[in-house]
């Protein structure tokens, strides 16, 4: 058996879906600048709309806005894919194909384009939208936050799009370029003294940070800072934290010690001038006697209120460094020797350094009798043994806690005592060494007159030490 045919008629309605609005990352825009494309990659897309006509785009700065800020659609031509600008008429294409026309933009007030024809699809409203432009006179350093809306005409209406736009600072350093020398225990080296400075829309830096960074090979000893060269005309002065340009105070300065940055913070008086005089007289100098010779790059920005910087700029310092002589230390005074008696240690407390050297290879201590020497006199190195410390004697060879430091010759008469050493004699070998030089005679009796000692090190690098005196009063 078959039923009867029946039939239910289904009537489907559609509904309207928004269109869609993209519009990018922030971008960046000069104080007082060229326009710039606010949204060069945006894109538009509308699932159910083969065009706007009736529709509306809307773009608004809503949060910052200037009354010089301006908003504004870029003409590019009126060729195939093109934007056209003719009054307040808008095409895509072609002087003949209007998508609608505009008004507003100024400051705060919307720029807004409502379209006028079916020649305003979702292709030419993206060309559209990626053809605004921004531009700002330069009043106000703060971003721009910008609302763009799309209405299709048909009653759907795009989730509102928010872009951001940096206004950042139209400030040009430069000549803060190359390499600059120092060299060790000089004074300090000005960094770059013919960098300049210009900025066409900033009478005051007021609130702008100045910043000199040790970016690569900064050593704790390094110092960045600036040069006090007084208070008269185009001079800048610096007392360790107050900058002053002329004499009036543009500014106030902290760190530059090791890798810690130089930061300059700016007052109102810092004008175009006195910045640039203050990059002019930044310093370099290194407070050690042995400085690591890797170049170091000093980078510099400029920053304003709203935080944005300029490019950072980098300069090469190298560094050179001197050999620094050895120094002998609490050599001196006078010790008693008694005829016919032990030998004396000439002086148990004398002390060695060297500011940069780890050992003192081909280096030579000399110890020598300057006055009333007889030739029985004698300078002799004393053997203490070969354990942690402790100096030894064997032959001529010399040791160190059981490690071979150099070997002697002399030290009868006015024979000077020369010792020379290797490798292994570090700054605490030498010290115990010049500790274990002791006076005696092979007479018994021997002049009275008291013996002047004079010590003389080598470092095998060129440095020579100070030359002190040691008095032997013989008893």
Same mark, same amino acid.
């Given at each position: 058996?078959?039923?009867?045919?029946?039939?239910?008629?289904?009537?489907?309605?559609?509904?309207?879906?928004?269109?869609?609005?993209?519009?990018?990352?922030?971008?960046?825009?000069?104080?007082?600048?060229?326009?710039?494309?606010?949204?060069?990659?945006?894109?538009?897309?509308?699932?159910?709309?083969?065009?706007?006509?009736?529709?509306?785009?809307?773009?608004?700065?809503?949060?910052?806005?200037?009354?010089?800020?301006?908003?504004?659609?870029?003409?590019?031509?009126?060729?195939?894919?093109?934007?056209?600008?003719?009054?307040?008429?808008?095409?895509?294409?072609?002087?003949?194909?209007?998508?609608?026309?505009?008004?507003?933009?100024?400051?705060?007030?919307?720029?807004?384009?409502?379209?006028?024809?079916?020649?305003?699809?979702?292709?030419?409203?993206?060309?559209?939208?990626?053809?605004?432009?921004?531009?700002?006179?330069?009043?106000?350093?703060?971003?721009?936050?910008?609302?763009?809306?799309?209405?299709?005409?048909?009653?759907?209406?795009?989730?509102?799009?928010?872009?951001?736009?940096?206004?950042?600072?139209?400030?040009?350093?430069?000549?803060?370029?190359?390499?600059?020398?120092?060299?060790?225990?000089?004074?300090?080296?000005?960094?770059?003294?013919?960098?300049?400075?210009?900025?066409?829309?900033?009478?005051?830096?007021?609130?702008?940070?100045?910043?000199?960074?040790?970016?690569?090979?900064?050593?704790?000893?390094?110092?960045?800072?600036?040069?006090?060269?007084?208070?008269?005309?185009?001079?800048?002065?610096?007392?360790?934290?107050?900058?002053?340009?002329?004499?009036?105070?543009?500014?106030?300065?902290?760190?530059?010690?090791?890798?810690?940055?130089?930061?300059?913070?700016?007052?109102?008086?810092?004008?175009?001038?006195?910045?640039?005089?203050?990059?002019?007289? $930044? /310093?370099?100098?290194?407070?050690?006697? *042995?400085? !690591? =010779?890797?170049?170091?790059? #000093?980078?510099?920005?400029? @920053?304003? &209120?709203?935080?944005?910087?300029?490019?950072?700029?980098?300069?090469?310092?190298?560094?050179?460094?001197?050999?620094?002589?050895?120094?002998?230390?609490?050599?001196?005074?006078?010790?008693?020797?008694?005829?016919?008696?032990?030998?004396?240690?000439?002086?148990?407390?004398?002390?060695?350094?060297?500011?940069?050297?780890?050992?003192?290879?081909?280096?030579? $201590? /000399?110890?020598?009798?300057?006055?009333? *020497?007889? !030739? =029985?006199?004698?300078?002799? #190195?004393?053997?203490?043994? @070969?354990? &942690?410390?402790?100096?030894?004697?064997?032959?001529?060879?010399?040791?160190?806690?059981?490690?071979?430091?150099?070997?002697?010759?002399?030290?009868?008469?006015?024979?000077?005592?020369?010792?020379?050493?290797?490798?292994?004699?570090?700054?605490?070998?030498?010290?115990?060494?010049?500790?274990?030089?002791?006076?005696?005679?092979?007479?018994?009796?021997?002049?009275?007159?008291?013996?002047?000692?004079?010590?003389?090190?080598?470092?095998?690098?060129?440095?020579?030490?100070?030359?002190? @005196?040691?008095?032997?009063?013989?008893?």
């Amino acid at each position: 058996g078959t039923s009867q045919t029946v039939s239910k008629t289904v009537t489907v309605q559609a509904v309207n879906t928004p269109p869609t609005v993209v519009v990018g990352p922030a971008v960046n825009s000069l104080r007082g600048g060229p326009a710039v494309l606010m949204a060069a990659t945006a894109t538009v897309a509308d699932p159910d709309s083969t065009n706007f006509n009736g529709g509306r785009l809307t773009v608004q700065i809503t949060a910052n806005a200037e009354v010089t800020d301006r908003l504004r659609i870029a003409h590019q031509g009126t060729t195939a894919g093109k934007i056209g600008i003719a009054g307040n008429v808008v095409t895509f294409g072609g002087v003949n194909n209007v998508i609608g026309t505009w008004t507003g933009g100024d400051g705060s007030t919307a720029l807004d384009i409502t379209f006028t024809s079916n020649a305003a699809t979702p292709t030419a409203v993206q060309a559209l939208l990626r053809a605004i432009t921004f531009a700002n006179a330069a009043t106000s350093p703060l971003p721009r936050t910008l609302t763009v809306s799309l209405d299709d005409g048909d009653g759907g209406a795009s989730v509102a799009a928010v872009k951001s736009i940096n206004v950042v600072n139209n400030t040009t350093i430069s000549g803060w370029d190359g390499s600059i020398g120092y060299t060790e225990n000089a004074a300090p080296v000005l960094i770059d003294s013919a960098v300049t400075l210009s900025d066409p829309d900033t009478t005051s830096f007021n609130g702008f940070v100045l910043i000199a960074t040790l970016s690569a090979n900064g050593t704790v000893d390094d110092r960045l800072s600036i040069r006090n060269q007084g208070n008269a005309s185009n001079q800048i002065g610096f007392d360790g934290t107050n900058v002053r340009f002329q004499g009036t105070l543009i500014g106030a300065a902290a760190g530059g010690n090791g890798i810690d940055p130089l930061t300059i913070t700016m007052s109102a008086s810092a004008t175009n001038a006195a910045v640039k005089a203050l990059i002019q007289n $930044l /310093t370099f100098a290194t407070g050690t006697d *042995a400085p !690591s =010779t890797l170049p170091r790059t #000093v980078t510099l920005l400029l @920053t304003d &209120p709203a935080g944005y910087s300029n490019a950072a700029l980098t300069k090469t310092v190298t560094v050179t460094a001197v050999n620094d002589a050895p120094v002998l230390g609490s050599f001196g005074g006078a010790v008693n020797y008694t005829r016919g008696g032990a030998a004396v240690l000439v002086d148990d407390d004398a002390t060695v350094s060297d500011a940069d050297h780890l050992d003192f290879a081909t280096g030579k $201590l /000399t110890l020598q009798l300057t006055s009333n *020497a007889l !030739s =029985t006199d004698r300078l002799r #190195v004393r053997n203490t043994g @070969t354990g &942690p410390g402790e100096i030894g004697v064997s032959g001529n060879v010399i040791t160190y806690g059981g490690t071979t430091i150099g070997t002697f010759a002399g030290g009868s008469g006015t024979t000077a005592l020369v010792i020379t050493l290797n490798a292994s004699a570090s700054e605490s070998a030498v010290q115990a060494l010049l500790r274990s030089i002791e006076f005696t005679s092979t007479s018994f009796t021997p002049s009275v007159l008291p013996r002047t000692i004079k010590a003389t090190l080598t470092d095998g690098d060129g440095g020579t030490s100070n030359m002190p @005196t040691k008095t032997i009063n013989v008893a």
